[in-house]
């Protein structure tokens, strides 16, 4: 082909290249025109990006939700290694009401989001705490779970569980747990109760609970402030000897101290024995003689001397009844009268008691009797039992007191 051919074939596809330009613009423009009448007549505008991304789910709140709790139970189980089980049990009146079904139906849904929620609250006591004892402290095994009560009356339960490492401060047979507790406060229409092993019994309690402490005791926010101290229970394991609260090193005394110090007690018990052994040899010693000297000279030479020596060996016959009539005399003459209670110390008032009841008594009845309280009346056994005064043992939950057996040798 000539060039002037090519030229004419060049042409001819510049001219079918416009010709497809000019007829699609037209498409292009109906087709932008019919996509805005649909959006017209439909009413929706176009939405952009941002208008396209999911709502953020709806946030829970924790603290409204459960304000409407008609009561709060806080239930503090202490165990021996220092952890402590809390329990605390929000309760609403109505169970059958709407307000509770609808916050049930939340709780047992969203309960990850509700025991993080409880948690977080609780470290921050935790915190204080931690700061105030100088104790590793940590929150652990945290739930929460519903259900309903219908007795003493129709009641909703949300009740959250967790483990509380290092509560307590324990030592061999000793427990003391409040401290952990600083700057806590019982509200109006709360409850604070901790309990501990059957093996333990309170010694000191603080503030005086609002139940005796037989096996747990029991605050009531309605009637009680705690003090920067408060509250404060301290327990020994039943038969045990507790020690007092651990000190620094720098405070406590050095061995050597301490064996000296127990040398000196076993020298002053020899000491104090060699003096009585000693006295006691004094008011024997002028009997025993005159008793083995025998008869004086005159005796043997007096007129009926021999009668009256014979009957004065009859007197100081063992048995015999005049030295029995003597004997139960003096008995009579110097038997002292029971001094009343208020010149006893508290151990011999319990001895005088347990004595009274052939030997054997209960503690609680001992409490009754004296008039005590729960943690004078254990401190007062504890020493008693320590000086192995009296034998301590249980009977089922009660703690009973008695006198030891004598061993016959």
């Not at 924790?62 to 008609?70: F, I, Y």
């Not at 229970?233 to 050597?256: F, K, M, R």
């Not at 101290?257 to 127990?262: D, G, P």
């Amino acid at each position: 082909m000539d060039s002037k051919g090519r030229r004419v074939l060049w042409w001819a596809l510049v001219v079918v290249v416009a010709c497809n330009l000019v007829a699609a613009s037209p498409v292009a423009a109906v087709s932008a025109e019919a996509i805005d009448d649909v959006a017209f007549q439909t009413g929706e505008q176009p939405q952009s990006e941002s208008e396209l991304e999911p709502e953020p789910a709806p946030q829970l709140d924790h603290e409204s939700d459960l304000a409407a709790a008609d009561e709060v139970h806080v239930d503090v189980f202490l165990h021996e290694n220092g952890t402590a089980t809390f329990t605390v049990d929000y309760r609403f009146g109505n169970a059958s009401s709407d307000d509770w079904e609808s916050l049930r139906t939340d709780v047992e849904e969203n309960a990850s989001s509700y025991a993080e929620a409880e948690a977080a609250d609780w470290n921050q006591v935790l915190e204080g705490g931690q700061n105030e004892t100088n104790r590793e402290m940590s929150l652990s095994n945290v739930s929460v779970a519903t259900r309903e009560s219908p007795a003493p009356r129709d009641m909703g339960h949300v009740t959250y569980t967790f483990q509380w490492t290092g509560f307590s401060h324990v030592e061999p047979a000793l427990i003391e747990a409040g401290d952990a507790l600083a700057g806590f406060t019982l509200v109006d229409d709360t409850t604070l109760q901790f309990s501990w092993p059957e093996e333990y019994t309170a010694r000191d309690v603080s503030p005086s609970p609002d139940s005796p402490p037989d096996g747990s005791v029991l605050w009531n926010g309605d009637e009680t402030e705690f003090t920067d101290d408060q509250p404060s229970v301290v327990l020994i394991e039943n038969g045990g000897t507790a020690i007092g609260p651990a000190e620094s090193g720098d405070d406590q005394p050095p061995t050597w101290t301490i064996a000296i110090a127990a040398v000196a007690v076993l020298l002053l018990a020899a000491a104090t024995g060699w003096w009585v052994s000693r006295r006691h040899g004094q008011r024997s010693g002028p009997a025993a003689k005159t008793d083995a000297a025998g008869p004086s000279p005159h005796d043997a030479t007096a007129p009926g001397a021999t009668g009256v020596a014979e009957e004065d060996r009859d007197r100081r016959r063992p048995g015999s009844n005049d030295e029995q009539s003597t004997a139960g005399t003096m008995a009579t003459r110097t038997q002292p009268s029971s001094p009343p209670p208020e010149l006893l110390s508290n151990e011999e008032r319990v001895m005088r008691l347990l004595e009274q009841r052939g030997g054997r008594i209960k503690q609680q009845e001992v409490v009754t009797q004296l008039d005590w309280t729960e943690a004078k009346t254990s401190q007062v056994v504890t020493s008693l039992r320590e000086d192995d005064e009296i034998e301590v043992f249980r009977v089922g939950r009660e703690n009973v007191l008695s006198l030891p057996e004598d061993d016959d040798t």
